[in-house]
Every structure is written in structure tokens, then in C-alpha cells.
């Protein structure tokens, strides 16, 4: 976007904050600290609380407890629109009387912007999202993709202190989102503002953000990279959410740096964890682990598993496994095309990996799902 | 669905029948209207125009007619605010028990018997001294058209996007303004058909005219009544006859508009 619309980023300060229905609590406790000019997502299943998370900084819901700050001035009892703060919903929510050029004005006449510099910053917003020459149209003559662009011009046009999204993508069709990620992506970085995005699709919080924080339960699990999340997750439900993983569970014995488990007659070691008490849950990730029709196939030093194989996918770049574990539980592994193997559904095979890979968590899943 | 040619004619006759019972009765005042006799003799045996000629002329059908129309404006304007005002203001209302029992008493005026409605508002009035006057018919006949406004305004806002109104509120517009300017664009048609109910309500009320009018301000439906029952003039006729039009004319416009903007 033009110069006019680059800006510092603002910082957005979580603290506490719980909101409670009658019935249910839809955030609970949750403290969130998004950096100035950050690019954060609140990821998680449906009923999580992130709508509601985003819908109390915008300022559409009160909260029950805890507080808002943004740039270090609480506004908690500041209503919506003196929040300064632009959003971007599901259903677009285009004014259907108004055309596209008086929808993206809307904003800018609640702040009587003069009407020269309307043009200018309406004509910049459009081209922005390329949408130039439609300003005459009224939404109903526009599709869902060009209706949710004019929604991020009218959002942005204002220069808000914060842009937060609603699952701005998830009416659109696969090739549509993932081009407008990549275009959102790009004002991100053109525009430097702080963004607050939601969406259930971990592949697009991959895309788009600095940082993901995990919603579960109205809680967040965990704040941090993709990387952060993928390689370190500080719960089993994070390790499941966050990509493929097979996971084995048993008890912990000898808790503590060195830690051991016994699965189902093997023994399980691993990088030292921090104290989990009671079950715990050894998680790997597909390209961690390697398969192999016999134990004496794999390397002397490596952690083995007998399975049996229930698919092997030809995937042109390699190789993906769907293993049944001895505990009846689902192992995936991913491995390069090299190392092609022959295995067969219902071949007996043994799975294998280094004893420095893995992430011992504590097993949270009182049913198991998998 | 097929229907044989049987089934389709006998239909046609039944609705035919249906709209003969509802419109006959009306319609007769028309002819009656153009009648060259002074009664009320159906069918007419000549023809004139000498009872519209009547009803310009005679100061006292022009007042009436004058005050009708005032009446019902003012009405139609009052009425639309206030029931508009309480439709969104009753939507709002988090509390749903306590809305909906203040909605249905907003509505009782259109279940309680006009004529009870009457003597309660002829008693108020009285002690208020407010009878024949301008504001006491605005105010009896308001009270009369307000639920009207409130049905079509309450409809009209249950097919509102309110997701609108709070995009509206991120965009800076405060609550006035996101009224003004988003909530009733897309609420128009139903305030538009709410005040032309309140106008038309006003303007053929008579039972509760006739309780509050003076000699000094009747209406004129109330004037059409003593007219009927003092003398028979066919006068009544031709005030008839435009008043359906009126009427007529006004829904008809009414119902365009509002199929053309939908369609815009
Ligand atoms: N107005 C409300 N009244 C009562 N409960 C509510 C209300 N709004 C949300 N909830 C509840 O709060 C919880 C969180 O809802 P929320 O909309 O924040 O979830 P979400 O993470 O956005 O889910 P989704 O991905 O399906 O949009 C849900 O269990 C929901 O039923
Ligand atoms: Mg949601």
C-alpha cells in the first residue's frame, strides 16, 4: 500500500482476560502479547474462543474479567468505534446499499478526512488490492473474492492501529485463499502494521504469521513460530494439531532428565524432558522416523517398534507409511524415495528411530482418539 | 403440480367468487357516487358529478377533509419514529422475556376493542380537556398506528444483517450514525410500508374520532358518519370514492417503491 497507510505497528496486551456466557466460558484466562508490526494467528478447532478473543479486542463483546491494553492504554470500556481498529469479517459484511467506492469511504467520513484526500486514499486502497476501475460497482456485482478485497481496502484505508481477521478467507475456494495469502502476506510487509488473524487451517497460519498462538478449550496452549510449535510443542494437543505425528504412550518410569517409558515391551529413551507425572506421551514426527522390513535392517543405536503396515503411499517425492502401532494406535512416517523398501499392507515391519529425536509430553488424552 | 382443466376453472371461479364478496361492497359506492339523484338509490338512474362538486364546495367537507389529512400526516410521521424507535430498541433488548411481553403490549391496541379503546381515551381526555383538539386526535390515533409500524419494522429487522451494524462500529461510526446510515437503509421498506399503515389507520379511524371530536375538529370519517345518519346525501358517496382512491393509490405507490428498490 501507498506510503500514507505505512505505519509503526501498535502493541496489543492480553492480560487475564476471561469472557464468560451463561452457560459456558468462551476465553478463559487467556494473556496474549502481540508485538508491534507483528503478523500473529490464533489457531484453533471450532468452539476454541478465538472469535471471541478477537471480537474483545475489537470491542463487539465485553469481558468478564482481565484487561485490554493497546499501546499501553487500557480499553477495555472504550466502545468499538473510537478503537481505531480495522477488522475484517467471514461474510465480508460490505454496506450492500453503498458501491465500492462509498463502502471504502465510510471510514474515512467518520474521521472527515476532506473529500480530495478521500479520492486519493480510496484510489490507492483499490489498487492495493487490485480492484481499480470497480469503485462504481456495488458488491452484489462482485464475487466473493473481489467483496472480501474491497472489505480488506475498506478496513485498511483508515489506517487502523491494528487489522484483525476473522476467517477473512474461509468462504473462498482452495486456488482463491492461497492467492489472497500470499497478497495479504505481501500488504503485511508493505504496510508494517500489526496483524491479528484467525483461522482453524494450520497450513495457512504456516503461510502467513510471525507467530501462532494455539487455542483449545478457550485457553491457549501455546504462543510461538511454526517452528517453535512444529519442533518443541508444549502439549500433546499442539503436537497433534501441529502437523503429523505419531505418538506412543505408556508410563513414565524414572521421571526426570532420564527418563524411560516401557511400550509394550520395548524400551523408550529420548532428549531429557521436564517432569511429567504419571502416562506420558513420546511424540515423532514423520520425517523423524524410518521404517524397515526387519529389526536388523536398522541401526544398532536406534529406538525400534514393531508394527505392522496398513498403507504405503507413493507420494512421487517419497514415500508415506501408515503404520498400526503394537498399542493399536496409528504411526505416520515420511521417508525420501530412496529409500523405497517394497513394504506391502500387512507386512510386518519394525519402526525405528534416533533416541536424540523426540518430545516427551505429558498425555493429556484421557480417551484415545487415534 | 399439474392440475386438470376442471380443477384450474373451478379454482378461478372460487377466487373470483372470494374477490367478488371482498370488493363488491366498496365498489357499489362508486356508481352510488355519480348518481344525479339526491339518495342513495342503487343502481343510479342518471349521471353527474354534482356530489363532487357538492364536496369541494361545502366548507365543512373541505375542513374535514383538511383535518384527515393533516391528522393522518402528523400521525404517519409520529407513529413512525416512535414504533421504529421501539422496534430497534426491543431487538436490542438483551432481556428476551421482558421484550417480548413489552412488545405485545405495545401491539394490545390492534386486539382491544376500538370501542373500549374509546371510552378510556374519552374519559382521559375529558379530565385533560383535550377533546376536539388537533394534538388529542394525533395523539388517540398515534396510539392506534404505532403497532402497525411496530409489525413491519420488527419484520423488516429480522431480515437485517446486524453483522453490518458492527462492521459499521469498526469502521468508526457510532450509534446514531450506523442507524442512519446502515441499519435504516436496510431497513427502509418496512419503515416506509409502517407509515403509509399508520397513515391510512389515521385516516379511516372513526369510532375513536367520534368520541373526541368537537363540533369545532372532526375528521373526515367522523363527519361521514353523521352524514350517513342525519341525512342521506350522497355526498358521503363521492368522500367515499376518493378516499378509496386515496387509499388505493397510496399502498399501491407504496408496494412499487419498495419492489423497485429491492430490485435495484
Ligand atoms: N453469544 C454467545 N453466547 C453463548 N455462548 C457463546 C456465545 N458466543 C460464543 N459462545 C461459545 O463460546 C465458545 C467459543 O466460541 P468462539 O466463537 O469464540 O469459537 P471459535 O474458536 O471462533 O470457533 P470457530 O472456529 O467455529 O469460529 C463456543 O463454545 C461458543 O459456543
Ligand atoms: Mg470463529
Given at each position: 500500500?501507498?506510503?500514507?497507510?505505512?505505519?509503526?505497528?501498535?502493541?496489543?496486551?492480553?492480560?487475564?482476560?476471561?469472557?464468560?456466557?451463561?452457560?459456558?466460558v468462551a476465553v478463559d484466562d487467556v494473556s496474549l502479547t502481540v508485538e508491534p508490526g507483528?503478523?500473529?494467528?490464533?489457531?484453533?478447532?471450532?468452539?476454541?474462543?478465538?472469535?471471541?478473543t478477537l471480537n474483545l479486542v475489537a470491542g463487539f463483546t465485553d469481558l468478564t474479567s482481565g484487561s485490554i491494553e493497546i499501546d499501553?492504554?487500557?480499553?477495555?470500556?472504550?466502545?468499538a468505534h473510537k478503537r481505531g481498529l480495522g477488522v475484517v469479517f467471514?461474510?465480508?459484511a460490505l454496506f450492500p446499499h453503498m458501491t465500492v467506492a462509498e463502502n471504502i469511504a465510510f471510514p474515512l467520513?467518520?474521521?472527515?478526512?476532506?473529500?480530495?484526500?478521500?479520492?486519493?486514499?480510496?484510489?490507492?486502497?483499490?489498487?492495493?488490492?487490485?480492484?481499480s476501475g470497480y469503485g462504481d460497482r456495488y458488491p452484489r456485482q462482485l464475487s466473493g473474492g473481489q467483496q472480501q478485497r474491497v472489505a480488506f481496502a475498506r478496513a485498511m484505508v483508515f489506517s487502523p492501529r491494528a487489522l484483525l481477521m476473522d476467517e477473512p478467507l474461509g468462504a473462498l475456494d482452495k486456488n482463491l485463499r492461497e492467492k489472497l495469502q500470499l497478497e495479504i502476506k505481501r500488504i503485511h510487509q508493505e504496510v508494517g502494521r500489526t496483524f491479528v488473524f484467525v483461522t482453524h487451517d494450520q497450513e495457512e497460519a504456516l503461510i502467513l504469521s510471525d507467530r501462532i498462538a494455539i487455542f483449545n478449550n478457550g485457553r491457549i496452549e501455546q504462543v510461538g513460530t511454526s517452528a517453535e510449535l512444529y519442533e518443541r510443542p508444549a502439549s500433546l494437543f499442539v503436537a497433534r494439531f501441529m502437523g503429523e505425528s505419531t505418538v506412543f504412550r505408556a508410563p513414565v518410569e524414572a521421571a526426570g532428565p532420564d527418563w524411560s517409558m516401557d511400550f509394550h515391551g520395548t524400551r523408550l529413551r529420548g532428549p531429557a524432558a521436564g517432569q511429567v507425572p504419571g502416562r506420558g506421551a513420546l511424540v515423532l514426527r514423520p520425517e523423524q522416523l524410518r521404517v524397515a522390513p526387519r529389526a536388523g535392517d536398522a541401526p544398532g543405536g536406534a529406538v525400534k517398534v514393531p508394527v505392522k503396515v496398513v498403507q504405503n503411499i507413493y507420494l512421487g517425492s517419497g514415500h508415506k507409511y501408515e503404520l498400526r502401532l503394537p498399542d493399536g494406535s496409528t504411526g505416520i512416517v515420511r521417508t525420501p524415495l530412496a529409500e523405497s523398501n517394497g513394504l506391502r499392507p500387512g507386512d510386518d515391519a519394525v519402526v525405528y528411530w534416533s533416541d536424540r529425536d523426540g518430545v516427551l509430553l505429558e498425555d493429556s488424552d484421557l480417551v484415545s482418539t487415534t | 403440480m399439474k392440475h386438470s382443466v376442471l380443477t384450474r376453472s373451478l379454482l378461478w371461479v372460487y377466487a373470483g367468487l372470494v374477490a367478488f364478496v371482498l370488493i363488491a361492497p366498496t365498489a357499489v359506492v362508486i356508481p352510488l357516487s355519480f348518481t344525479d339523484k339526491a339518495s342513495l338509490n342503487f343502481p343510479p338512474a342518471g349521471w353527474s358529478l354534482r356530489w363532487y362538486e357538492n364536496f369541494f364546495q361545502d366548507p365543512a367537507w373541505m375542513s374535514a377533509f383538511g383535518n384527515s389529512v393533516l391528522v393522518a400526516v402528523v400521525v404517519a410521521a409520529l407513529a413512525t419514529a416512535v414504533g421504529t424507535a421501539a422496534s430497534v430498541g426491543l431487538q436490542k433488548w438483551t432481556r428476551r422475556r421482558a421484550a417480548k411481553s413489552l412488545q405485545a403490549l405495545l401491539l394490545a391496541p390492534i386486539v382491544v376493542p376500538a370501542i373500549i379503546l374509546a371510552i378510556g381515551v374519552y374519559a382521559i381526555f375529558l379530565q385533560a380537556q383535550m377533546l376536539g383538539t388537533f394534538a388529542g386526535f394525533v395523539l388517540a390515533h398515534t396510539v392506534l398506528a404505532v403497532p402497525f409500524v411496530v409489525v413491519s419494522v420488527t419484520a423488516a429487522l429480522a431480515g437485517f444483517d446486524q453483522r453490518l451494524a458492527t462492521a459499521a462500529a469498526s469502521l468508526g461510526a457510532n450509534r446514531w450514525t450506523t442507524f442512519l446510515k446502515v441499519t435504516l437503509p436496510g431497513i427502509l421498506p418496512g419503515v416506509v410500508s409502517g407509515a403509509l399503515f399508520a397513515f391510512v389507520t389515521s385516516f379511516d379511524e372513526v369510532v375513536l374520532s367520534i368520541f373526541i371530536k368537537s363540533p369545532y375538529l372532526e375528521t373526515l370519517p367522523v363527519k361521514m358518519y353523521a352524514s350517513v345518519t342525519r341525512?342521506?346525501?350522497?355526498?358521503?358517496?363521492?368522500?367515499?370514492t376518493m378516499i378509496m382512491l386515496l387509499t388505493t393509490v397510496i399502498i399501491a405507490v407504496g408496494l412499487l417503491s419498495m419492489r423497485r428498490r429491492k430490485n435495484v
Open positions: 500500500m501507498s506510503s500514507q497507510l505505512a505505519g509503526a505497528g501498535t502493541r496489543i496486551d492480553i492480560q487475564n482476560v476471561t469472557k464468560r456466557y451463561a452457560k459456558s507483528e503478523f500473529i494467528t490464533l489457531l484453533g478447532p471450532s468452539g476454541s474462543g478465538k472469535t471471541t499501553g492504554q487500557r480499553v477495555d470500556n472504550v466502545p467471514q461474510h465480508y467520513q467518520q474521521r472527515r478526512t476532506p473529500k480530495a484526500e478521500q479520492k486519493t486514499l480510496i484510489e490507492d486502497a483499490l489498487r492495493t488490492v487490485g480492484l | 341525512d342521506t346525501d350522497p355526498t358521503i358517496a363521492a368522500a367515499a
